[in-house]
């Protein structure tokens, strides 16, 4: 999803001439391109569909700090620069893809630093084969800022890059459905680390077989959820607190 001309090029507008919104934004979106879309200005939100970007285009959104949110299906992106320019853009807080996407694309979602929520439903025939844990490497390095995790794959994928996944101490959010793979006992063990999730979804461990080990997984399963669900509860009874 993703490309700008060249990385030079890319760099040097990032510093010389970045767009800055103003607090009274109005309903026009900040580049007339942007009207082949919807531009929300209350809440910051673009989103678009069907749509082939330009070198210029990726730019103007690399370089505009108008959009909180970022909604893309099923685009066409020029060759270079992978989803690393949307990853750039100033004040960009959620990000939802749609579509197919390479395994080249989506290790660039390192690019993601600033980002809270990272939504991805990819397409079957994304990808040549099952995605593979170097295909993901970037997810496990992103900023302890993201919040929620979702991925819906059209192919199964390695069920040790799943596992990974249940690492992560900080998320508040994860989905995982489509294509999610039988994981070892051992594995499904890991998201009893998550203790810091308020919604949780997992597609596919129902399929195990073996009566006791499907019994097991199940009783984790109701524990990640009954625990998430006391987070979300605490959180909010907190937040009404301090409330006025």
């Given at each position: 999803m993703i490309r700008l001309a060249t990385v030079l090029a890319f760099?040097?507008?990032?510093?010389?001439?970045t767009y800055t919104c103003s607090e009274d934004l109005d309903e026009s979106p900040p580049f007339k391109w942007m009207k082949k879309g919807r531009f929300n200005a209350a809440d910051r939100q673009f989103s678009i569909s069907n749509h082939r970007f330009t070198s210029s285009q990726m730019n103007d959104l690399a370089t505009s700090d108008c959009i909180h949110t970022l909604i893309v299906k099923n685009c066409r992106f020029p060759e270079k620069?992978?989803?690393s320019l949307f990853g750039k853009m100033p004040g960009l807080k959620f990000f939802d893809f749609k579509g197919h996407l390479s395994t080249s694309a989506l290790q660039s979602i390192s690019a993601f630093q600033d980002i809270e929520l990272l939504?991805?439903?990819?397409?079957?025939?994304s990808f040549a084969g099952k995605p593979t844990?170097?295909?993901?490497?970037?997810?496990?390095?992103?900023?302890?800022k993201l919040r929620s995790l979702s991925f819906v794959f059209g192919?199964?994928?390695?069920?040790?890059?799943?596992?990974?996944?249940?690492?992560?101490?900080?998320l508040k959010h994860f989905y995982f459905g489509e294509g999610a793979p039988e994981l070892s006992i051992e594995q499904y063990e890991r998201l009893l680390l998550m203790d810091q999730l308020?919604?949780?979804?997992l597609?596919?461990?129902?399929?195990?077989?073996?009566?006791?080990?499907l019994e097991y997984v199940r009783q984790i399963i109701e524990v990640v959820k009954n625990r998430a669900r006391r987070r979300k509860a605490s959180d909010r009874a907190k937040e009404e607190l301090r409330t006025p």
């Amino acid at each position: 999803m993703i490309r700008l001309a060249t990385v030079l090029a890319f760099a040097i507008s990032m510093v010389s001439c970045t767009y800055t919104c103003s607090e009274d934004l109005d309903e026009s979106p900040p580049f007339k391109w942007m009207k082949k879309g919807r531009f929300n200005a209350a809440d910051r939100q673009f989103s678009i569909s069907n749509h082939r970007f330009t070198s210029s285009q990726m730019n103007d959104l690399a370089t505009s700090d108008c959009i909180h949110t970022l909604i893309v299906k099923n685009c066409r992106f020029p060759e270079k620069g992978g989803l690393s320019l949307f990853g750039k853009m100033p004040g960009l807080k959620f990000f939802d893809f749609k579509g197919h996407l390479s395994t080249s694309a989506l290790q660039s979602i390192s690019a993601f630093q600033d980002i809270e929520l990272l939504y991805f439903e990819l397409h079957v025939g994304s990808f040549a084969g099952k995605p593979t844990k170097a295909d993901f490497e970037a997810v496990g390095v992103l900023n302890s800022k993201l919040r929620s995790l979702s991925f819906v794959f059209g192919s199964q994928i390695d069920p040790d890059l799943l596992a990974d996944f249940f690492k992560s101490e900080r998320l508040k959010h994860f989905y995982f459905g489509e294509g999610a793979p039988e994981l070892s006992i051992e594995q499904y063990e890991r998201l009893l680390l998550m203790d810091q999730l308020e919604s949780f979804e997992l597609d596919g461990w129902d399929q195990l077989s073996g009566k006791q080990d499907l019994e097991y997984v199940r009783q984790i399963i109701e524990v990640v959820k009954n625990r998430a669900r006391r987070r979300k509860a605490s959180d909010r009874a907190k937040e009404e607190l301090r409330t006025p």
